[in-house]
């Protein structure tokens, strides 16, 4: 059951983008690299797809990725669609996040040596800012920017080389997000939150770029941060929290994770003044039941009657961005290309994109029991 939707998902998803190719050749090829990509193979790069394919030499699939005239930002749209299509709900959440590719050299666009979530450390590696779409039907990557050092952006002729586009300058990794934030709202995505790690909680402008589009959040930040009160007074966010009572905090679960239930404390403050109508903004904080001294702080915006449990729920569902990389990775090639230039990594990160979201929506088919003649095309 599971295996016959997966294919006949495959040959459906690929006449999806079958319009994006201008030729036949990369058209078909691409069905191949897609397939490879999700493949029994210790490394996806090049050469083993190209063997999986039955082809004698890498030439055609490299040449996919770096030359071939497709749209690649039009499949990057097809991907978002097909994703919202089958998993798309009016309480999905939209997650913003960045993971580390680790290269050897100086000559893959965007590389240096820079700090690696992924790895932990300060490493030589690119740096990739995603969206991720997740609701109850499942989750899957559906934006994707290649974040670019001010070490390149002020050097044209090394972006040259690299294949950057000239118009392509340095923004930030917030910047990335609010630009893939701005792309899914223009497409209509059904969602109810937006969320995402303190890097980006801890950006004003963000915030407030959100909160101009009604959208709502729950968004990491420091203790240190500053924030005001709904009386105007100026405080950190600890000494907020410190100030609470004990029956201020209610312990709730969030869900199950990687290892069981993720139950811990939870309190909230009201923040700032003169609220929108029906909103409402606050100081979240999530506190360790073994460790009541390790206490996470996010800064939300909201409807005015969200629950401390709506808010939990919400910081808590940030999860599915990790696990989204962690399946791309590990089942969808993401990390494992050896492309060095500007375009081929869009090339390979959609395309792995596309195979994450196949790879979604047919298990998600396949749990409601859905015959694969009934999906939808």
């Not at 991907?79 to 913003?96: A, K, N, Q, S, T």
């Not at 506190?287 to 939300?300: G, T, V, W």
């Not at 390979?348 to 003649?373: C, I, N, Q, Y």
Request: aromatic letters at 10%; a neutral charge.
């Amino acid at each position: 059951m599971v295996l016959d939707v997966l294919w006949v998902e495959l040959e459906r998803v690929h006449a999806r983008i079958a319009g994006r190719f201008v030729r036949s050749e990369p058209r078909a090829r691409v069905r191949e690299y897609v397939s490879g990509l999700v493949a029994g193979l210790e490394r996806k790069n090049g050469w083993t797809i190209a063997e999986q394919a039955g082809e004698v030499s890498p030439d055609g699939m490299q040449r996919l990725l770096r030359r071939a005239d497709w749209d690649v930002d039009g499949v990057r749209d097809d991907v978002r669609d097909y994703v919202i299509e089958h998993l798309g709900e009016p309480e999905g959440v939209l997650i913003v996040d960045e993971t580390g590719f680790l290269k050897k050299g100086t000559r893959s666009a965007g590389v240096q040596r820079q700090y690696s979530g992924t790895a932990g450390r300060t490493e030589n590696c690119q740096i990739g800012t995603f969206l991720t779409y997740a609701s109850a039907s499942g989750h899957a990557l559906i934006d994707r920017e290649l974040y670019l050092p001010r070490s390149w952006t002020d050097d044209r002729t090394r972006c040259r080389a690299a294949g950057i586009p000239d118009e392509v300058g340095f923004a930030t990794k917030p910047q990335q997000a609010q630009a893939m934030l701005a792309r899914a709202f223009d497409a209509g995505v059904p969602f109810s939150w937006v969320t995402g790690d303190e890097a980006y909680g801890q950006v004003p402008y963000l915030r407030e770029w959100l909160e101009a589009q009604d959208a709502a959040y729950v968004l990491a930040t420091k203790r240190n941060d500053t924030l005001t009160t709904t009386c105007g007074d100026k405080h950190r966010a600890d000494e907020l929290i410190n100030g609470l009572s004990e029956q201020s905090w209610r312990r709730l679960s969030v869900g199950a994770g990687a290892h069981g239930p993720r139950i811990y404390d939870w309190a909230r403050v009201p923040l700032g003044a003169g609220w929108p109508p029906g909103r409402g903004r606050w100081l979240l904080a999530r506190r360790s039941i073994s460790d009541p001294n390790e206490i996470a702080y996010y800064l939300a915006y909201g409807p005015r009657r969200s629950r401390l449990l709506d808010l939990a729920w919400i910081a808590g569902s940030r999860w599915h961005i990790e696990e989204c990389f962690q399946q791309a990775k590990n089942e969808a090639g993401l990390d494992h290309y050896q492309a060095r230039s500007w375009r081929a990594w869009y090339a390979h990160t959609t395309l792995s994109m596309l195979a994450l979201a196949w790879l979604a929506v047919a298990r998600t088919l396949a749990t409601k029991g859905e015959p694969a003649s009934a999906n939808k095309a």
